[in-house]
């Protein structure tokens, strides 16, 4: 298998990351790339959801994964195995990313031909809530066993995402006290707009919800750009 | 059911955390409180954990919770239907408690007749790990939801801690990939002298260990400094 091409991104020497964040945003439009901010907990399945949305999405569009992480190369090596592209970033310790570290993986990774970028963010409920990446979406993955009562101890996650995706869904027969309606309902109070789909990225169940939020939103973004 | 105390704490104004986490092992050292910080991704079971272990210890040793959260006040809550005494301290957005914001807490909460108080830290792998917060010993909990590769993915976590609760090992029957042999190589190649105790705060398997260990740890603790 090749090797993981690994980067380091260094801090940002921006100032006010929402008006950098504004910059890139308009940066990716002149090349017509989407860009989807995936956030979650540690181990809520960032990797094998986008695994299977790959599987799902690349005989109709370009997709490249930037798998951001504090050390090591495991994500990038499964995301290699679906023979999408796909670089790592090394944060150097960094619990987030910010705008300019997301345009130097963008910058080194090289994207103007792809139509779709997902930025696997650092596992971290807390922190890259607060940094806008730049990103023309952002998405979390709430798991199952992580339980229904997230939304109401990190609120400003669950406020910034246009989709919430629950996986696991597949073992709500161990966790059976997970209470869906509840979860959603506190989504919503945070942030009416909000997709919240149901899926197991192990099974499957539910992806076609979200390839079909996903394409919509890709194919939408680059026809009004047209 | 009476109402939980919630104090807003302020950011350190302490350039070095470092030194300022050894003056608080000395002050806690003179009212002889053995303080445990806990720490554990989002979910992995912090809060289910401590009120089964209260419920172990609680009629040996005077135990007291601090409850670290962003926002809500869920987790005290939880730990008030134990009868233990607890606090709520809320880290204004903060995506951790460095030693004076700690410090903060302990004075607010009064800890002088306590044996062991427990800091439940932010649901966070990433930045606890990087602050000292004074702690006697450092915990945390990896449930098995979130996979077998975290000591990779986040290996300061790992390094920092004295004991590695492995939990909801009641669920291994649906997380059959999860590598218990694999995990605990990982670990101890970070952190040799790290006890590592497979759990389920849900079923009381394990228990016994981790209450054996906890005892030995505060009881050592006061009879050196007797």
């Not at 959801?49 to 930037?66: D, S, W």
Request: glycine share 6%; proline share 3%.
């Amino acid at each position: 298998m090749a090797d993981v091409r690994v980067i380091e991104v260094k801090r940002s020497i921006f100032e006010d990351n929402d008006a950098d964040a504004n910059r890139l945003r308009e940066e990716l439009k002149q090349e017509k790339t989407f860009l989807l901010n995936l956030m979650s907990s540690p181990g809520a399945g960032k990797t094998t959801t986008l695994k299977r949305t790959i599987a799902e999405l690349k005989n109709e569009m370009k997709i490249g994964i930037m798998e951001a992480d504090i050390d090591s190369d495991v994500d990038a090596r499964a995301i290699l195995e679906t023979g999408a592209r796909t670089i790592q970033i090394h944060t150097g310790g960094m619990c987030h990313l910010d705008a300019d570290m997301t345009r130097q993986g963008i910058r080194e990774f090289g994207t103007s031909d792809l139509d779709l970028v997902v930025l696997e963010n650092v596992g971290n409920l807390v922190c890259p809530a607060e940094f806008d990446t730049g990103s023309t979406k952002n998405a979390m993955i709430l798991s199952v066993p992580e339980g229904d009562d997230k939304p109401l101890k990190y609120p400003l996650m669950f406020t910034i995402c246009d989709v919430v995706l629950i996986n696991k869904c597949d073992t709500l027969c161990v966790f059976d006290d997970f209470d869906k309606e509840a979860v959603v309902e506190r989504i919503h109070k945070l942030n009416p707009k909000a997709e919240v789909i149901f899926v197991s990225a192990k099974t499957g169940e539910g992806f076609d919800a979200w390839v079909d939020w996903l394409r919509k939103e890709v194919t939408e973004y680059q026809q009004g750009l047209a």
